[in-house]
C-alpha cells in the first residue's frame, strides 16, 4: 500500500541537468520529512537532501549551489532538481519518507527502489 516511486534518472553528460521525481502513496504526505539519498557502488549511502514538511531544506556539501529539493503537495511528490552534474554524482539516487510519532522515540521510515543517474562524457 505504501509506495515511494522514483523516477527520471538516466545518463546525462556532466556539466548537465536532471530531474528526480518521487511519488508518495499510502500515507499522508504532509506529515512526513522527505529526503533524497544517493549510493555509489563500493561507498556507503549519503544523505543528499532534505525538505521538511514546513518547507526548511538543508543540503549535503558536495551538491549545495547544484541541487534543489522541493515537493508538491497537490500531486504528492518529491522533487530533486540537479544542475552542473559532475561524475562524482553518478550513484543511485533513493527517496526516503520519515516521521517521527508526537511525544514518542517511534519513527515511521518508508524507502523508495531507487533510480539510477550516471554522468558521463
Known sequence: Q???????????????SLRLSCAASGFTFSSYAMSWYRQA???QRE??????RF???TYADSVKG???????SAKNTVYLQMNSLKPEDTA??????R????YTNYEIDYWGQGTQVTVSS
Do not use: H, W
Not at 544523505?47 to 521538511?52: D, E, K, N, P
Not at 547544484?66 to 508538491?72: L, M, N, P, Q
Open 2 to 16: 505504501v509506495q515511494l516511486v522514483e523516477s527520471g534518472g538516466g545518463v546525462v553528460q556532466p556539466g548537465g
Open 41 to 43: 557502488p563500493g561507498k
Open 47 to 52: 544523505l543528499v537532501a532534505t525538505i521538511t
Open 55 to 57: 518547507g526548511r531544506t
Open 66 to 72: 547544484r541541487f534543489t529539493i522541493s515537493r508538491d
Open 92 to 97: 543511485v539516487y533513493y527517496c526516503n519518507a
Open 99 to 102: 516521521m517521527r510519532v508526537t
